[in-house]
């Protein structure tokens, strides 16, 4: 009896698994027994796939720890990973049954140590150098006295309380303060939508776009700056086309959008000292022009007013400038009578002679020859040609009188015909045609009812238009108790009852 309770087999007692129980345990154990862990390593191969989601290795000296990040999970990473980073990942260990593999889901990654953080920041600073994000050429010139300046800052932080207050002692200026978070995961998102967003707004518009931007905020170590440090907040500041100055930090502070933006100033008060002058320096710069201006313009005049006088003193007087033309005038004057009493007789002694051969009997024998020509010629000039040429133009017009005729009589007729044949198809496809086949009309209240029983019942009174006349045809039955339309027998020669179309 004893052989029938032994086990001829060691472990033959053991449960049974199947592979997905199996993996499903052993994911369970996982996450059960390590929970939420942080882990401190080295990152190693990264590879982001097209769905989004990142995977990359964590590492040591021995051994390599497989990480996913999920694609909604990367916007609230502080810190991407990058090879050879050294990192402080958080987040739960799971397993991947499918392939006997466990890995860890990351949602939070943190630079280990402030000499990883340097290292990262001088990494990015060679990449965006060397895409000539800080080459001096592309910065633009800051504008001399700005309308608005936009403000990216903190709203509760002294950072905006010492700019404005500068703006005021300095020459105020209206400031659109965009208020953002200055450190942390938030920070860097919010600062680039900031930038993009001032870009983006209309000049003149309802809210303005500022001539200027100011991105500021306070000292800190690192860790708290870091924010200002990644790469979408220095791309956005490259592409702005409103130029920008930074303000991040002490004098002694140093991020990455001080190397893109187009002026650094030590401090947010220093930034506002950049943004506008003096007002007063400038007042009294502008009345110190003004007053150069005004003993420029009267030295000038002066001047003007001397050499005239120097250039006056070396002109002969008037009188001496008149008195040659005036000896020539006397002189002229006194040969005048004797000149013009020579013309007169020399043009006395010329008509003498032209006259002397115009006699009356040579004019009458001139005017005479002109008169015997002209006779000759009219003589010449009949009429019977042209009337020739008239008669024969009346009788082409009459000619082509008839062919008019002709022809638009030959048109009238054509389109009299064609109007015919269409007034006969017309009478062939009208419905008046129809009815005088024995078919008639059912109208409601002026509109055609269709052939179904039913909407003639519920159309009100009825018309029936017949070939020869229109009939009420719910008046006459109400009077003479008439069928109703259901009434009406079926069947039967259609022609002998008629249809409704």
């Excluded at 497989?66 to 990473?77: D, H, V």
């Excluded at 659109?176 to 930038?195: D, H, N, Y």
């Excluded at 004057?333 to 002679?353: N, T, Y």
């Excluded at 032209?354 to 010449?380: D, F, I, K, M, W």
Aim: charged share 25%; proline share 5%.
């Amino acid at each position: 009896m004893s052989d029938l309770f032994d086990d001829p087999i060691p472990g033959q007692n053991a449960p049974e698994f199947t592979v997905s129980e199996i993996s499903g345990e052993v994911k369970r154990t996982l996450e059960g027994t390590f929970g939420r862990i942080r882990v401190r390593g080295e990152v190693g191969r990264v590879f982001k796939a097209r769905s989004g989601h990142l995977y990359y290795d964590i590492k040591d000296d021995r051994s390599v720890l497989a990480c996913t990040t999920w694609k909604g999970q990367i916007s609230g990473l502080s810190v991407v990973p990058e090879e050879g980073l050294e990192v402080v990942v958080t987040g739960r260990l799971t397993a991947f049954g499918a392939q006997s593999k466990y890995n860890m889901n990351v949602d939070e990654v943190a630079v280990a140590g402030q000499g990883a953080l340097m290292a990262l920041l001088e990494k990015r600073k060679k990449q965006l150098e060397a895409e000539g994000l800080f080459a001096p050429e592309r910065k633009k010139p800051l504008p001399y006295l700005p309308h608005i300046i936009g403000v990216v800052t903190s709203p509760s932080g002294a950072v905006i309380r010492d700019i404005l207050h500068r703006l005021r002692d300095r020459f105020p200026r209206k400031v659109l303060v965009w208020p953002v978070a200055v450190q942390g995961k938030t920070c860097a998102p919010e600062v680039a939508r900031a930038i993009e967003g001032f870009n983006r707004l209309t000049p003149g518009g309802a809210l303005p776009r500022p001539d200027l931007i100011i991105v500021a905020r306070g000292g800190g170590s690192i860790e708290d700056l870091w924010g200002f440090n990644e790469e979408i907040v220095a791309r956005a500041a490259a592409a702005s086309q409103i130029p920008l100055i930074s303000a991040v930090g002490h004098e002694t502070d140093t991020t990455l959008i001080d190397f893109v933006s187009d002026r650094r100033a030590p401090t947010p008060t220093a930034a506002a000292e950049l943004a506008v002058p003096v007002r007063l320096e400038l007042m009294a710069w502008a009345e110190n022009q003004g007053a150069r201006l005004t003993r420029a313009a009267g030295q000038a005049v002066q001047l003007r007013r001397q050499r005239l006088n120097d250039l006056a003193r070396a002109l002969p007087k008037p009188d001496t400038l008149l008195e040659t033309p005036r000896q020539r005038l006397d002189r002229i004057s006194d040969r005048l009578p004797g000149a013009l009493i020579s013309g007169v007789q020399r043009r006395r002694v010329h008509l003498s002679e032209t006259a002397a051969s115009l006699r009356p009997a040579t004019l009458r024998q001139l005017v005479e020859g002109r008169r015997n020509r002209l006779q000759n010629l009219s003589s010449r000039l009949s009429l019977r040609p042209i009337q020739r040429e008239m008669a024969a133009q009346k009788d082409a017009l009459a000619r082509l009188a008839q062919r008019l005729d002709a022809a638009q009589a030959a048109r009238i007729d054509r389109q009299r015909q064609s109007l015919a044949a269409s007034g006969r198809q017309l009478e062939i496809l009208s419905y008046k045609a129809t009815l005088g086949r024995g078919y008639a009309v059912v109208r409601a209240g002026g509109d055609v009812v269709t052939t179904r029983a039913a909407a003639a019942a519920a159309a009100g009174p009825l018309q029936v238009e017949f070939a020869d006349g229109t009939l009420d045809v719910t008046r006459d039955a109400a009077q003479t108790g008439g069928a109703s339309a259901s009434d009406k027998p079926s069947g039967g020669d259609r022609g002998d009852q008629g249809s409704l179309f």
